[in-house]
């Protein structure tokens, strides 16, 4: 079967977060989010430590530390602290108490650098369910309730006037958030979730002029990014979801160039019939 | 029939009550001023009515079914977020082009449908903001100092097209203002909050009122200079 073989399994994982993460990402990077999805994938790590203390699935700990935090923040947001604050103390916080839980757990040998950069080349047949699972479910989050995350984004009083309840977006938001952290866990690793998400829809602003369209530019760079990382670490034997973010983050570079490019040659060329005028 | 009834509102931000006893009641297809100072209360109160602010008492109570359109008294739209006036215009709900035509048409921005927000002037931004909130073909129009960063003509040319857009939709219209003698002459009626309502009812008894006058600081020779600037320029009075 095609599954048998670990790059397929490798590629089809990459392509469900990639696939995921571009909306995703596209709604943190207008919203101003990118350290809020920080703070959720670093709160993962104790997530992964409560779950192999307790003996339960890595992605049902995961999903309830990263969901648990999010809530917290919300509610503490606007309480006397700044969002960057918080989510700074909830971040590292959670991430030390998740490194200390680990040393607890006896028995379990557990490679933490998988957790911490991720193993895609690892992914089981099993994860692969999972991660398409998660990715499909916040696709289709995303779809139902794009029209409303998007006026929402946009401003709150203007939703609310539409007859949508901003607060109830943002949370939807929160959630499928921390699915996708739980979910790309496997591929790029609690250090890199982030990335993932932000550097795409970055890369993709300048090459858009609506939001659905940076929605499809960005899939495409993640996707880009996921398959192509994945060929490159393994030719070169480099680590895979460090090669992807890599791989991302010179497509961002790319774009920029590519944009500058364009700009200063509409500019050329819009002063040349003056000239001759 | 009655469109909108406030009665008895008190809202507090932040430990402070911004609003006090608010009794307001608006009629279909009226256009209502609420003028005040700064931090007055003005924008809190268009806020309650579109319900992004839960009062602490006192109650709003909307005819059923009525639909709003608002234009908010800021908006920023951020650089990182592409967004073209046609999309603007289908958010939350896709509405067929030449809906869209129309509403661009009725509140003066033709020629940008394909813009970036981004490319627009304050001004055109307004106008797309307005045609958006005309959109939903709405009951109510509520605009928070939709002229703010106008100049007089403009100002004048937005007011005329609030009041033609009130004869071809019968929406009513709630707005705040700073542009007092404009507002005095495009207005139905004018209300004055300082917190609470502190006086309230057609433009000339409102400018005559001693509780307005004692609000914007005017002696009693500014206030007959604006009562006279609204009855001496015929020409920018709005036609009926
Ligand atoms: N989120 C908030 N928290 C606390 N106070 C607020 C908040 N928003 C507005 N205020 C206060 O409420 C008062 C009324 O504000 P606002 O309705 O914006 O006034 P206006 O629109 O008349 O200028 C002001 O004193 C302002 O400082
Ligand atoms: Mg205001």
Redesign the pocket.
Known sequence: MILDDFLVRATLAGLGVALAAAPLGCLVVWRRMAFFGDATAHAAILGVALALLLSTSIFAGVLVVSLLMATIVSLLSGKGYAMDTLLGVMAHSSLALGLVAVSFVSGVRIDLMAYLFGDILAVGKADLAVIWGGAALVMALMGWRWSRLLTATLNAELAHASGIDPQREQLILTLSLAIVVAVALKVVGVLLIAALLIIPAAAARTLSRTPESMVVVAAMIGVAAAVGGLQTAYWFDTPTGPTIVSLAAALFALASVLAYVWRTALRIMAARPERSA | MRLLSIAELDLA??G?L?LEDIHLDLERGEIVTIV?P????????LKSIIGALVPQRGCIDKSPGMVIGYVP?RLHLDATLPMTVSRLMRLPRRRPRHEIDTALERAGVTQQASSQISDLSGGQFQRVLLARALLSSPDLLILDEATQGLDQQGMADFYRQIERVRQELGCAVLM?SHELHVVMRASDRVVC?NRSICCAGTPERVAASPEYRAMFGLDDEDALALYRHRHARPSLEIAP
Not at chain 2, 38 to 45: E, P
């Open positions: 931000l932040g402070h911004v005040g700064n931090g007055s209360g003005k924008t809190t109160l008294q705040v909050l």
